[in-house]
Structures are given as structure tokens and as C-alpha cells.
């Protein structure tokens, strides 16, 4: 029996923490059945014992909780678990982690803020943006250093320098949060970049987030000026110590970027050297929305060399990377002094294979030669893309160009591979997409809007925990959430929320006869869907714990405006009351034979009728299964309400003719949860198969009900019908989209037209590469049983069109791996883990181990 992937709030080895750990591992051993008997975590620091939490019997091996002394500010922490199996064997094994600030007095560091004059960017308008900001620091080293760790963060986004190198590879520090309530710092291991006499310290600070036009934040004291905040902690090998910390000294001035947008591009001028350098501003920014952040930074998580550079028909320059992803390209550059180069990131060509911008905005990067060849690589800014339009450049050759995927640092959890080439490389696309959309915050796109949608990542979370260790990214996100969340327990469209949608939900409120900004159905609900997914996925309790509040808050919310209002239709008040059928919303979004919107949302208001009551229903019966795993005393309020906002829509909707009669969401979600009264069962299922004929075999639900299509199919006995609509290659399909050259998921299901004409759209969403989960669930087989895996149900379809299947999945307990063929099945089951194994028409119930039938 072997101890691994010790994990501390689900990362390994962090290197500054300041929450309360909890602590995670994997049992991995030859033998079957085993099982956790009991396990004893001890923690150390460096002058000895600080916690030993005894031989506890349980069978808990994640999200086991720190339950020591307070702990001490930058320090670091040995911990040990040992764990005792069910046949005798016993293993320990250790890993650490290291606190970060854990008190607001020990920040030695003073907030500074630049006195160069700025212009602020007019939205929207490229080039208008102010140049970033160096702020330097130069300090002397007098003894040999045995560590060092600086911790800073910034107004803007910042890249720290110790003596003209990076400190890491990370992008986008202090990343994306509710800036008037949340700034994360980040802590750096430095020693290896520090020598003996004078060095300098250089925070670079762009735009970022907080000063984009777009992405502008709410509230709170709004900086003017980009500002700096860090300390460095040295530790001397003769053990002395020593801070030096940002204390008004530093210096500032401006460098070759001479403009940035996070969103719209930048411009670098390598001719130009660093300005003047003035002196900085004492900034009172406080520390009190400090905290150290959670979550493995944005990073260069993979290169992807061009695959491809060709002249279109009009004459431009195009590179091809074969690939849509996030981030930017690095490019060898060989110009003359003063040549001037454009390069224009874009996800999808013209027919013709030319330049086509389907985003409404730019994404551009320009660079001005200074003569000597280097790699060149955009500072301040990312883009969505495939593609390049380079102009300007003499000879572009494939390989300067390499294209850089630029996410949040995640553990793969997943991988999913079958006989069928299409499908493999739809699973491809959904990981791309995932990818994608994933830098700092869970987005909807890398390339229009790139905000924190909640109803996109409302539809995608389980998917995402199947393929990645999302823990940390989610929780950090969930945590801003909260932040965001309104007095009234509003959760917004977007999070963080940002001027552009408060002012869009104010917009859209008002058009429905709101005063203030409203709950969305089906985004909103993000609040109790994303952490229910990652309790059931994980076996994750704590993040139901801590976000308990926020998930009544939003039902409360529900419950109250579904009270207070009456709706559209005359029904009886006491039905009424629980249906949410007022307010704004943009109904099942996208619906494909829907005409488009032409902005007004009017479409939206037909399905919003069903979308509202059902999403509300469904976020207060979560809440009831939620609150009974807490075994909190609301349990019984939820479970009531929600069964009374059940008995309202099968009344008050579907017996009272209040539902669309020829929209397939209105017959897909009550099919699958359960809503349909008896007498209803053959009418809906019916209605739902001549809807789906009629449209000849493709779907036609949105964004809200296409998760819950092939269920719904499943669950009236039509598999043959959910493998035709997955199989589907007919628009609207998944694999049309893979026919057509898809490298990732597309936004709308019409993204390109058969003749390859592309549309003003995002190729990269991935809320429709939710289906990934129900292959998961039925064509490989998985199903989760018991929160976090600890049970689960194998049960292939080897009547699906496929030769062979293999699915793994890195649970809490580590690999569960199913790989079928039509005659044969192998499974693995992880420690400490059950499961039943239905084949060829027997159910085996097993232990953990590797089995072959
Ligand atoms: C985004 C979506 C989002 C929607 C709702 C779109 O522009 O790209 O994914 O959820 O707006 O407003």
C-alpha cells in the first residue's frame, strides 16, 4: 500500500495559504477491497510538534480538516498521514505547505501608486489605453540567502522582476476578483533569483482587469492610478531575517509597452527604453480585502507551434495553429529598427481561408523592431484565437510562430478516447473549451466578452470536475460570488460583476417593471448548482458549509419574488405564489430555431415562462437535499417549498395549458426532473419524439435544456433516439461542428454555415460541451452513487455505434477507469471505494481492484 497525491486545500505543495487547511491523499495498492480502516495526520514545523489529530477511524481521506492550533504566519508546515487499511498494512507519507500572511499586522509593506500622468482608455477605442507602469526597487543583500519569499499584489495586473528576471511564469496576477471586496496577493519563492550586494526588485503594472473599460468594477473606493503593494522576507543562512518591503522609496516610470487592454491587445515599442524614472505616491489602499490566493495561478500551460502559414486570397499573411485556444503567440522577430508589425488574433477564417473578425472588437497586438532579433511575446493581454493576420512582417516563417495556451494551473482529471474519431475529438473540443475558458475566472468566451457568465459555468460545472481538479479555481470563484451576491441575495449575470452587465440587468429589470437589478433564472442559480456539483462530484461538504448563506440567500430570493408577484396568467394566488414567473430572463437562450434576438432579449420572454419556475424549483429542492446533508433544521422548509413550486408548475403550467406548445425545453426538462404529472407521462414523451422527428432528428433546445435533452430521451425509453441526436451530423449537431473543422466548442449551433460561411459569433463556449457528462453517465457508463465517487455504478453500452470506449476519471479516491469493447470490459475501481458492475446482464458488486470480463 502506497500514500500519494497528498494534497493541501487541493494543491500540492502551496506555497502561501492563509485559510484553515483541510488535507487530501490516495491509497494505492495491488491488493482488492481495500478499504481506509483508520488515519492519523501529525503536522510539524520547523521547531517541532504542532498538531497530532490521533488514530481516527473513519474512512474520510479528502477534505479532512486542520484541527490544530492557530497557525503561525510564514511558515512552513510538514504533514504527515498515516493510514490504515482493512488487511493489515499500514503507510505514511508527507508533504507540506507554507502559510502566508495570517495576520493583517504582519504586512510590512506600504501601499505606493504611480504619480505619471495618465489618460484613461475610452471604451472600447483601441489605442486609447495608457501605458503600463514599472515601479522598481533597489535594495542591497548582505549576507547569503537561505530563503526568500516576496509577496505582493497590485491595482492593475502586475509581472514581478527580481533583477530583470520574472519571479515565476505566471500571468495576470493578482487575477480576476470582486476588487472592492476581494485583492488576492501572491507569494513567490525568490531565493534563486537574489545575489550577494545590489539588487532590484520591478513590478510591471498593466491595465489588467480592474482599469478595462470592460470589465470595469463595482464600487468600493475606485484607484485612479495603478498601485503596488509587496514585501520581501529574506531568511539568512546564519538564521537572521530581514523585510524588505514597497515603503514610498520606489521609483516609476513607463517602458516599450505603450499601450494595453487586457481584452483589446497591445502595443510594444522595443525602440523605446524605460522613461524617466520618477518617484512614487504614498497609496491608501489598506490591507483589509487582502487575502493570499487560492487558487495555482494563470500559467503557460502549454505551446502550440503553427501548424500552418499561408497567403489568403487577398494577400495577408495568415498563421494557422491548428487549434483555438486562450493566450497570445510568441514570435521570433528578425525586422529592421522602426518596422512596425500587426498581428490580429481570430478564431474563425473567411471561406475563402482570409482574415475574419467575428467578435465586433479587436484583438491586436503590435510591435515596433528595435533591430536585433528576439522572441516577442505580449505582455498585458490574452486573446481568443486560431489564427493570426500578421502584416508587416518581411518573411514570416511557420516556425516563429508558437501559440501559447494561457489557463489556470489544473490537475487533469479526465480523459475519454473511443473507436469512433469524431466523438474522441469532440471530447477534444470540450477540453479545449474548458481550457479556454478557465483564465482566473470560468468565462464564456477567450475572445468577445470574456466574463464570468454564472449560468454558462451553471450548465458546465459537473463536466468540469469530471476532466479537472476544479476545486481550488471553483471555490475561489464561489468565494467572489458571495462577494457579489446582493443585499436582496441577488446573484448576478456575472461575477465578478462588472459596470458593463450592472448595467445590462439594470437595463433589462426596468424593461420588466424592476427598480433594481433581479435574479436571472438559470445564471443565478450558479450559486447552488456549482457547489451541489462539486459536493456530489468531490464528496465536498465544506464548500456546502461555507456557502450555506449564500445558497438560502438566492432561494430565499426566489421563494420571496415568486410569493410577492403575480404572474401572467390567471391562476389561483396560492398556486401563483410558487411560481417564479415574473422579472427578466433570457428564458433556455439560443434556442436554434429560435430567430435571433436582435439584442432585445424578446425571445427570450416564451421560454422564460417555463425556464424561471423550473430553475426556481430546481435551486430550492437542492437546497432541501443541501440542507439535510448538513442536517440543518431548514431541511423541512425546502423540502416543502419545493414541493409546492412542483405542484404549481404541473398545475398552474402544464394541466393549465401555460407551457409552449412547440418548444422542445418545455417538454425536455419536466421529462427529466421528474415534473410530469401520470396522466401527462405519454403526452409529453410523444410530444418530445414528433418534435425531435419533425426537426429531423436534431435537437433544438438552448443553453438551459440542453443539458437535459439525452436524459430526458433516456428516461421515456428512447435511446435509440438520444444516440441519434448525439450521433447527429445534420445542423444543429455536435458533430456537425466536428465536421466542419470545430477545434473547440461553438456558441451557437449554427457557427458556420455548411458552406463553411462563418457568423458573427464565439467558437469557443463551452456550455454545450456539457454532453461529455452524459457520455460520461451512459455511453461510458459511469455513475456516481455516493458524493464523491465513493460509490458507483458501471454500466456500458456496448449497443452504442462504437467498437470500444475508455473513460477515466481521477476521483477523490483516485482512478476509476472503464475501457469496454462490444465483447469484453475492464474497470478500475480505486481504494477505498465500492462499486456494481452490470455486464452482459449480471451485476457484480465489488471492491477496489482492477477487474476483466
Ligand atoms: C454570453 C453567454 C452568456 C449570455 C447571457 C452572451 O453574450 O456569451 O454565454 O451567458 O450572453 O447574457
Known sequence: M???????????????????????????????????????????????????????????????????????????????????????????????????????????????????PRRSGEPYRYGTQPPPVLFTKAFCVKKAVQSARLRATAYGTYIAYVNGEKADDRAFAPEHTVYRNILYYQTYDVAGLLKKGDNALGMYVGDGWYFCPQSQPLGGERREMPAVLFQLELTYTDGTTETIASDGTEQCCT???????????????????????????????????????????????????????????????????????????????????????????????????????????????????????????????????????????????????????????????????????????????IRWSQANNMLSIPTDCPSRERAGFTGDIQIYARTALLNENVTPFLSSWLANLAADQTDEGVVPITVPLTKVYENLMLRNAVAFGDETITGVAGWGDAAVMVPYQMYRVTGNTRILEVHYDTMRRWCDYIIKTAGEKRGPNPLPPEIDRYLWNTGFHFGEWLIPSQPESGGDFEICKQSAA?????????????????????????????????????????????????????????????????????????RFGDKLVDLLKRNGGCLDTGFLATPY?????????????????????????????????????????????????????????????????????????????????????????????????????????????????????????????????????????????????
Not at 492550533?69 to 510564514?74: A, E, Q, T, V
Not at 465586433?360 to 497586438?365: F, I, L, P, S, T
Not at 455504478?793 to 456496448?798: A, D, K, L, Q, S
Open 709 to 853: 435533452l439525452l436524459d430526458a430521451l433516456m428516461k421515456i425509453d428512447r435511446r435509440d433516439l438520444a444516440l441519434q441526436v448525439l450521433w447527429q451530423d445534420k445542423q444543429p449537431s455536435w458533430l456537425f461542428e466536428v465536421d466542419h473543422g470545430a477545434t473547440a466548442i461553438w456558441e451557437s449551433w449554427f457557427g458556420m454555415a455548411t458552406d463553411g460561411t462563418p457568423k458573427m459569433t464565439s467558437y469557443d463556449h463551452y456550455a454545450f460541451g456539457c454532453v461529455d457528462e452524459w457520455i460520461f453517465r451512459n455511453i461510458a457508463g459511469i455513475e456516481c452513487n455516493a458524493p464523491g465517487f465513493k460509490h458507483f455504478t458501471v454500466r456500458p453500452m456496448p449497443d452504442a455505434p462504437l467498437e470500444w470506449c475508455k473513460r477515466s476519471f481521477i476521483s477523490e479516491y483516485g482512478e476509476i477507469r472503464v475501457e469496454w469493447t462490444k465483447t469484453s470490459l475492464m474497470v478500475r475501481v480505486p481504494c477505498n471505494t465500492t462499486a456494481t458492475i452490470h455486464w452482459q446482464g449480471k451485476a457484480h458488486e465489488v471492491g477496489s481492484g482492477r477487474y476483466c470480463f
Open 2 to 116: 502506497n500514500i500519494t497525491n497528498l494534497r493541501t486545500l487541493h494543491m500540492s505543495e502551496p506555497l502561501g495559504i492563509d485559510a484553515c487547511p483541510y488535507f487530501s491523499w490516495h491509497i494505492e495498492s495491488d491488493a482488492e477491497n481495500v478499504l481506509q480502516e483508520a488515519y492519523q495526520i501529525m503536522i510539524q514545523d520547523d521547531e517541532g510538534d504542532v498538531w497530532d489529530g490521533g488514530e481516527v477511524e473513519s474512512r474520510q481521506q479528502s477534505f479532512v480538516a486542520y484541527g490544530g492550533p492557530p497557525l503561525k504566519s510564514r511558515t512552513r508546515y510538514q504533514w504527515r498521514v498515516t493510514v490504515w487499511d482493512n488487511q493489515g498494512n499500514h503507510a505514511s507519507a508527507e508533504s507540506w505547505f507554507e502559510t502566508a500572511i495570517m495576520e493583517r499586522g504582519h504586512w510590512a509593506g506600504k501601499w505606493i501608486e504611480s504619480t505619471l
Open 255 to 429: 517602458g516599450p509597452v505603450v499601450f494595453s487592454d487586457i481584452f483589446r491587445g497591445e502595443k510594444q515599442d522595443a525602440t523605446l527604453g524605460f522613461g524617466v524614472k520618477q518617484p512614487v505616491k504614498a497609496a491608501d489602499c489598506g490591507y483589509q480585502h487582502l487575502y493570499a490566493q487560492p487558487m495555482p495561478p494563470v500559467r503557460p500551460m502549454r505551446l502550440m507551434p503553427a501548424t500552418s502559414i499561408y497567403r489568403s486570397p487577398k494577400g495577408e499573411w495568415i498563421v494557422d495553429f491548428g487549434q483555438l485556444l486562450c493566450g497570445r503567440a510568441r514570435i521570433h522577430i528578425r525586422e529592421s529598427k522602426g518596422t512596425e508589425l500587426t498581428f490580429e488574433y481570430f478564431e474563425a477564417t473567411q471561406k475563402d481561408g482570409s482574415y475574419f473578425n467575428s467578435m465586433y472588437a479587436d484583438q491586436k497586438d503590435i510591435y515596433i523592431a528595435d533591430g536585433s532579433p528576439c522572441e516577442y511575446e505580449a505582455c498585458f493581454t490574452f486573446h481568443g484565437f486560431r489564427y493570426i493576420r500578421v502584416t508587416g512582417m518581411e518573411n514570416p516563417a511557420l516556425s516563429d510562430f508558437t501559440a501559447v495556451l494561457l489557463t489556470s494551473e489544473k490537475e487533469n482529471a479526465g480523459a475519454f478516447e473511443c473507436s469512433d474519431e469524431r466523438l474522441s475529438r469532440l471530447y477534444k473540443n
Open 610 to 682: 417555463y425556464i424561471a419556475p423550473i430553475f426556481g424549483y430546481r435551486s430550492v429542492q437542492m437546497m432541501a437535499e443541501i440542507a439535510a446533508v448538513l442536517a440543518r433544521p431548514e431541511q423541512a422548509y425546502y423540502e416543502g417549498t419545493a414541493n409546492k413550486m412542483k405542484n404549481a408548475i404541473q398545475i398552474g403550467l402544464m394541466c393549465g395549458g401555460n407551457m409552449p406548445e412547440e418548444l422542445m425545453g418545455a417538454y425536455v426538462l419536466p421529462i427529466a426532473l421528474g415534473l410530469v404529472p401520470e396522466q401527462y407521462k405519454n
